[in-house]
């Protein structure tokens, strides 16, 4: 009995379950596709491929579950404090009050204006007049604040100087002004401060081997002094005539010709 191996098997003697016309199984991994449409040459040159014609797109993974997100309210930040706003509204309505000759409704007003501020503060917020313009006047006011504590006082004092009769009703503006530009001086003093104390410091590196240089003394001035050590602006020379003449450089100034008397043409023996 020869074996499945043997190489003495006929034609006919084929093994169990592989007759003759029965395709033979592919290997594992092996799988049948469709061969890939060809690449034309002007695909080819620009770095193209080949589409696949049997490919399907296929949808991505679908999404994971979750807690729907709504979108956010557009507010611009955090709420800021209306009440100074609205204490110097209140307090600027009082003066025109004032003005108008209300003055004991005028005075009420400046009175209740610091409490009065935070009490229409409180009773605004969230609202929508609040939201909508005076959360906007209170994040624009910073800018403003700053142009009013530098021009602020000078035109108040140049109000009053003018027409001292208005200083009863500027000077309560003159002195409000006053108060809300000390805090913004603040950064503007300590940055003054560090470009002095920078000055400082160059001072004495420079002049400190220098025996003329007293401490104390303005540096800047100090070196114009040595600029100008010694030198004396020259003067004119005199003219001939013991007056001194024009600056040197300019020209001289042209003769000047008396004038001629015109003749009478109609006159007789005018003209010759």
Known sequence: MSTPDS????????????????????????????????????????????????????????????????????????????????????????GLAITAGHAPTGRCLQWQAPVAGEMLDEAVAGSMVDKV?????????????????????????????????NAPTLMPMLAASIRRSLPLMVPAIKKVQAREKAVAEATELLFSDDPDYVPGTDPVAYVMELMFAGWVAPTPAPSGDGEAGPPPGDAPAPATVPPQPVPDIFQPGAVA
Do not use: C, H
């Not at 800018?143 to 001292?164: K, M, Q, S, T, W």
């Open 7 to 94: 190489p003495y098997l006929s034609s006919a003697e084929t093994r169990p379950g592989s007759g003759v016309g029965t395709p033979s199984p592919q290997p594992r991994g092996v799988s049948e596709s469709t061969p890939a449409a060809p690449v034309s040459r002007l695909r080819r040159l620009l770095g193209g491929k080949g589409k696949d014609p049997a490919a399907v797109p296929t949808p991505g993974p679908p999404p994971a579950p979750g807690r729907e997100r709504r979108p956010g309210k557009g507010g611009g930040g955090r709420r800021v404090s209306a009440a100074e706003t609205l204490a110097d509204v209140w307090s600027g309505v009082g």
């Open 133 to 165: 313009a005076l959360q906007r006047i209170v994040k624009a006011r910073g800018r403003l604040d700053l142009v009013g504590a530098v021009f602020g006082p000078p035109l108040l004092v140049y109000a009053i100087e003018r027409n001292p009769a």
